[in-house]
Each structure stands twice: as structure tokens, then as C-alpha cells.
């Protein structure tokens, strides 16, 4: 048993250590850290609220300068990337809440519990995703409360196939076999068991998903079907932006940037993650 527990802290200890000697991920990890804390007290940091007329349309009078509505670009800026972010995290948790629970059951409770499961995830992966947002966004209503329950629907696959495959992969190994042998309930073993055990995977698929989210955000965004004004996104920032390429550029360069680095950001994080909590891919780094 002293073994056991002295061997949790030093697994922990041998993660850091692989986690700071791989620079991109650090590095990847450390902006990520940064965009979550901005994003976090965005309203408090910013100088102005983001509804306030505070000079002269299209001047310099701001750090970033004044938007065709004489508002801050800075103050809307950080409001915008805490708008983005929130949906996408948002999505992304309904994505994994529900995607997680049906891969388990298909993985783990039978062939037709599998059938139904995987034949409906099929048939959603068989719709283009940024059309099929289009057109239920479209139909139901330009609204943040859509946009988040459309990109989440959308992403309940990619967790479900993930944690399907892993399921059917130790759904009869030794200690999965011991906690039935024991008696525990299966939603116990599903649970304490096999959650568990297929947990790196999924921690990899939402970094990479709140990217994949934040990119299809801004696009519904963009086309008028995401969050509506005042309230600003980075995808509507981009979308207005776009009316003044000419006279002010910097309106469609300061968000199209901040989404590139966010987004590259979280690919980088969850490649690297990926390689650090597989063992097959530790030998390459």
C-alpha cells in the first residue's frame, strides 16, 4: 500500500517533468493560461464598456483604437473573446457530457445498445457540420442559447467514437472482470472503472474541440446567426470589420488574429497532450 501511494506523486512529478521539457506544449499551455484569466476579468480589464460611445468613429483616440461606432475596439475585443470562448466551452461541454455517457453504454452494454448508438452518431457525422449549423441556427433563431446547443449536437460525436473505441478496447481486460466478479452495478463500473481509464483521450478531444468550436462560433457569428449587437464575438468583430478593410484594416486584423493564436494555441496543447498521456508516443518526443 506505501507503495502505491508513493508512487501517485511520483507519476505526477514524471508528468511536469515531461510536460516542461516539451517547450511547445509549455509554451501552448502558458497563453492558454493567459487567455483564460483575460477572459475571465475581461469586463473588469477592459478601459470602457463595450456599448459606450467614447470618440470619434474610426480615430485613434484607444490603444487599438475607435470602431465605425466610436467604441473602444480593445474593451469589445476582450468582451468578444469572452463571448466566443464561453459558447465554445460551453458546446463543447454538452458535446462531452452527452457523448461520453452514450459511448460508454454503446462500448460497454450490449450489441444493440451499440447499434442504435453508432448507426444515429453515423447518421449526424453524414451532414456537412458548418451546414447543417446554418441551416437549424437559421431556423431556429440567431441566439447564443442556439449556437451553443447546434455546435454541441454537432460534437457529440468525435467524443463518442473516442470513448466507444476505448470501452471495447478494455471492457474485458482483468480489473473491469474483478468489479464484476465483486458485484458492483454496471453505471458503478462504467463509472468508477472504465471512466476513468479512458479519461486521456477525452481530455485530448476537448483541447482540440474548443478550437474546432471557436472556429465554427465565429463562422455562424460572421454570417450574422451568432451573438447579435451590441453585444460583440470575435466573429462579428470580423464580420464588421470586414466593411472597413480599406480605411481601418486593423477592425478585421485584431480579431481575425486573437482566433488564429486561440485556436493554434489549443491545437499545439492538445497535440502535445495527446503525445504525453499516450505511452506509445512518449519514445517520439
Known amino acids: 500500500m506505501a507503495t502505491v501511494l508513493a508512487g501517485a506523486p511520483a507519476t505526477q512529478r514524471t508528468f511536469l517533468h515531461r510536460l ?18 483575460v477572459t475571465l476579468f475581461a469586463r473588469i480589464i477592459a478601459p470602457h464598456d463595450y456599448r459606450d460611445i467614447v470618440g470619434k468613429p474610426l480615430t485613434s483616440a484607444s490603444v487599438l483604437g475607435i470602431d465605425d461606432f466610436g467604441r473602444d475596439v480593445l474593451s469589445r475585443l476582450l468582451v468578444g ?32 445498445a451499440s447499434t442504435i448508438i453508432m448507426r444515429g452518431i453515423d447518421v449526424l457525422l453524414s ?67 472504465i471512466l476513468p481509464n479512458v479519461a486521456a483521450p477525452i481530455i485530448v478531444q476537448l ?6 468550436a471557436i472556429q465554427m462560433e ?15 464575438s470575435l466573429g462579428t468583430m470580423v464580420g464588421a470589420g470586414r466593411d472597413f478593410l480599406e480605411v481601418q484594416p486593423t477592425l478585421l486584423l485584431y480579431p481575425s488574429v486573437l482566433i488564429i493564436l486561440v485556436v493554434l494555441a489549443l491545437n499545439v496543447f492538445g497535440d502535445g497532450m495527446r503525445d504525453l498521456l499516450d505511452p506509445r508516443r512518449r519514445g517520439t518526443n
Open 127 to 193: 451532414f456537412p457540420p458548418i451546414v447543417l449549423a446554418i441551416a437549424v441556427v437559421a431556423i431556429m433563431g440567431p441566439a447564443l442559447v442556439n449556437v451553443v446547443m447546434v455546435i454541441g449536437v454537432l460534437y457529440i460525436p468525435r467524443f463518442t467514437r473516442i470513448v466507444y473505441t476505448q470501452v471495447l478496447a478494455i471492457r474485458n481486460l482483468e480489473y473491469v472482470e474483478a468489479s464484476k466478479i465483486m458485484g458492483t452495478r454496471p453505471a458503478g463500473i462504467l463509472l468508477r472503472t
Open 218 to 232: 465565429a463562422g455562424l457569428s460572421f454570417l450574422g446567426l451568432g451573438a447579435q449587437p451590441p453585444l460583440p
Open 81 to 112: 473573446l469572452q463571448v466566443s470562448l464561453g459558447v465554445a466551452l460551453s458546446a463543447v461541454l454538452v458535446a462531452a457530457v452527452i457523448g461520453v455517457a452514450l459511448g460508454l453504454v454503446a462500448g460497454y452494454v450490449g450489441r444493440w
Open 20 to 37: 516542461r521539457s516539451n517547450r511547445r506544449t509549455s509554451i501552448a499551455g502558458a497563453f492558454m493560461l493567459l487567455i483564460a484569466l
Open 207 to 212: 483541447s482540440l474541440s474548443v478550437s474546432f
